[in-house]
C-alpha cells in the first residue's frame, strides 16, 4: 500500500472514530436532558418511580396510570408516548391536565430517552 493511501486510510479511522465518539456525546446529552426533564416536570405527578402517585397527583381528577402496569407497557407504542409528551394528553383523547411540553418537539433524541425512561420504570 502506497505511503499516501495509508494516510489517507487513517484519516478516514480517525473520522469514523471521532463521528462514533461525538455521537456518543449527543446520545449522553439527550439523556441527561431527558432526566432533568423527568425530574423537574413530570415527577410532580407521575412520582419518582412512575407509580402515578407523586404529590401534584392528589389534587387531579384524573390520577395517572401507573407506568409499572404490565398491560399498559404491552398495549402502548413507543410513538403514542411521544405524541403525549410533546402534543399533551388531549391530543390522543386523554385529561388535558397532561400538559404538552412543545419545547421537546425538535428534541428527538430526548423524547426518545424519555419513552426509555418510561419503559424502564416498569421493571
Ligand atoms: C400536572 C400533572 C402532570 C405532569 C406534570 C405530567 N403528567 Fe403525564 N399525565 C398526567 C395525567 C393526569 C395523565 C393521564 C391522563 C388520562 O389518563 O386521561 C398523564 C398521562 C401521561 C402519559 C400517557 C399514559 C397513558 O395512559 O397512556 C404519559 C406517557 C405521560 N403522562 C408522561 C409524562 C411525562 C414524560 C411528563 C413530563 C414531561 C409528564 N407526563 C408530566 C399528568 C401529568
Excluded: Y
Aim: charged share 25%; proline share 6%; hydrophobic share 40%.
Amino acid at each position: 500500500m502506497s505511503r499516501s493511501r495509508t494516510l489517507a486510510l487513517s484519516f478516514v479511522f480517525v473520522g469514523l472514530a471521532t463521528a462514533c465518539n461525538g455521537k456518543g456525546d449527543a446520545n449522553a446529552e439527550a439523556a441527561a436532558e431527558a432526566e432533568k426533564v423527568w425530574q423537574e416536570r413530570c415527577v410532580t405527578c407521575h412520582g419518582p418511580d412512575g407509580g402515578g402517585n407523586g404529590p401534584g397527583a392528589a389534587a387531579l381528577a384524573v390520577k395517572p396510570r401507573s407506568f409499572k402496569d404490565p398491560t399498559w407497557q404491552a398495549t402502548t407504542d413507543n410513538e403514542r408516548i411521544k405524541k403525549v409528551i410533546v402534543e399533551g394528553g388531549a391530543s390522543v383523547g386523554l385529561n388535558e391536565a397532561m400538559a404538552p411540553n412543545p419545547d421537546l418537539k425538535d428534541k428527538p433524541a430526548v423524547q426518545d430517552e424519555l419513552v426509555k425512561k418510561v419503559r424502564k420504570l416498569a421493571q
